[in-house]
C-alpha cells in the first residue's frame, strides 16, 4: 500500500546537473529518515544521502559539495540535487524511507523504490 516512485534520471554530460525526486504515497502517519542510495554495474549498493525528518544530513564523501539531499514533508518528497556529475557518478539511484504506515505496523519500516538510472557521459 506504501509506495515510492523515484523520478529525474536521464543522461547527462560530465560536469552537468540533474534533480531526481522521490515521491511517498500510500496510507502513511509518519516518515522518518530518508535517503538516496546508488547501485553501480558491478558494485555493491551504496549510500549516498540520508536526512532525518527534523532535517539532518549525511553525505557520503565522494559527493560532499557537489550533491544536497532535501524533502518536502507536505508533499512526502525528498530531492537529490546533483551537481558537478562525473562518469563515476554512473548508477542507479534508490529512495529509501523508514514510514510508519497507518493501518497495520505501529514502528516504522524500511520501503524501497524501484530506482531511476542516472548515466553521465565523459
Known amino acids: 500500500q506504501v509506495q515510492l516512485v523515484e523520478s529525474g534520471g536521464g543522461l547527462v554530460q560530465a560536469g552537468g546537473s540533474l534533480r531526481l525526486s522521490c515521491a511517498a504515497s500510500?496510507?502513511?502517519?509518519?516518515?522518518?529518515?530518508m535517503g538516496w542510495y546508488r547501485q553501480a554495474p558491478g558494485k555493491q549498493r551504496e549510500l549516498v544521502a540520508t536526512i532525518t525528518g527534523g532535517g539532518s544530513t549525511n553525505y557520503v564523501d565522494s559527493v560532499k559539495g557537489r550533491f544536497t539531499i532535501s524533502r518536502d514533508n507536505a508533499k512526502n518528497t525528498v530531492y537529490l540535487q546533483m551537481n558537478s556529475l562525473k562518469p563515476e557518478d554512473t548508477a542507479v539511484y534508490y529512495c529509501?524511507?523508514?514510514?510508519?504506515?497507518?493501518?497495520?505496523?505501529?514502528?516504522?519500516?524500511?520501503?524501497w523504490g524501484k530506482g531511476t538510472l542516472v548515466t553521465v557521459s565523459s
Open positions: 529509501n524511507a523508514n514510514i510508519i504506515p497507518r493501518d497495520s505496523r505501529p514502528y516504522g519500516m524500511d520501503y
Open positions: 500510500g496510507s502513511i502517519f509518519s516518515i522518518n529518515t
